[in-house]
T-cell receptor, first 116, second 113 residues
Framework: DQQVKQNSPSLSVQEGRISILNCDYT??????FLWYKKYPAEGPTFLIS?????DKNEDGRFTVFLNKSAKHLSLHIVPSQPGDSAVYFC???????????????FGQGTTLQVKP | NAGVTQTPKFQVLKTGQSMTLQCAQD?????MSWYRQDPGMGLRLIHY???????DQGEVPNGYNVSRSTTEDFPLRLLSAAPSQTSVYFC????????????FGEGSWLTVV
């Protein structure tokens, strides 16, 4: 049972345009959400996160939106650059008292290609 | 500024062989974990540790053992390698148990033939 889902395996956008990556989750106990970026042959690197007490977090060109009622989060990249081409993973964790405490649950990943 | 260091980076094993993937972190993080990445599956948690002497199972623990004798080290042992364990393995660490950024190593590519 996939608790965190990224239903789009790939996304292609033109340089300068907005990239929107989506993620859905099923477990209402998740209270912290993260996005990781991964280049080939490297480990995932942290990009941006959001706590469940917020609905938006912004860091430069990257903004994460959280819709708790829909159990949905999205990552917006504006403007997109060719160097943003990578695999993006969303991940979720739960606080104390959850069966998922201490575990970071990842989605399947979305491969973003930004064309020059 | 090493962060999380994994060795070896590449390994080929024969079915039935055993081996240990090493992981060390120099950030004094309490929490360490091992993930495997397979195509279309994202990263799946194998085992994790909340501190020295304490380990627990993740989503896919079968066929793997871990121990945490020190804060810095968290080795992953494959007891009897199987082709299904062909994967990329990532070690990770973080300061706290939850709600905190996790830092990953560069990965270990394992092929079991």
């Amino acid at each position: 049972d996939q608790q965190v889902k990224q239903n789009s395996p790939s996304l292609s956008v033109q340089e300068g345009r907005i990239s929107i990556l989506n993620c859905d989750y099923t477990n209402s106990m998740f209270d912290y959400f993260l996005w990781y970026k991964k280049y080939p042959a490297e480990g995932p690197t942290f990009l941006i996160s959001i706590s469940s007490i917020k609905d938006k977090n912004e860091d430069g060109r990257f903004t994460v939106f959280l819709n708790k009622s829909a159990k949905h989060l999205s990552l917006h990249i504006v403007p997109s650059q060719p160097g943003d081409s990578a695999v993006y993973f969303c991940a979720a964790s739960a606080g104390y008292g959850s069966s998922n405490t201490g575990k970071l649950i990842f989605g399947q990943g979305t491969t973003l290609q930004v064309k020059p | 500024n090493a962060g999380v260091t994994q060795t070896p980076k590449f390994q080929v094993l024969k079915t039935g062989q055993s081996m240990t993937l090493q992981c060390a972190q120099d950030m004094n993080h309490e929490y360490m974990s091992w993930y495997r990445q397979d195509p279309g599956m994202g990263l799946r948690l194998i085992h994790y540790s909340v501190g020295a002497g304490i380990t627990d199972q993740g989503e896919v623990p079968n066929g793997y053992n871990v121990s945490r004798s020190t804060t810095e080290d968290f080795p992953l042992r494959l007891l009897s390698a199987a082709p299904s364990q062909t994967s990329v393995y990532f070690c990770a660490s973080s300061r706290q148990l939850s709600g905190n950024t996790i830092y990953f190593g560069e990965g270990s590519w394992l092929t079991v033939v």
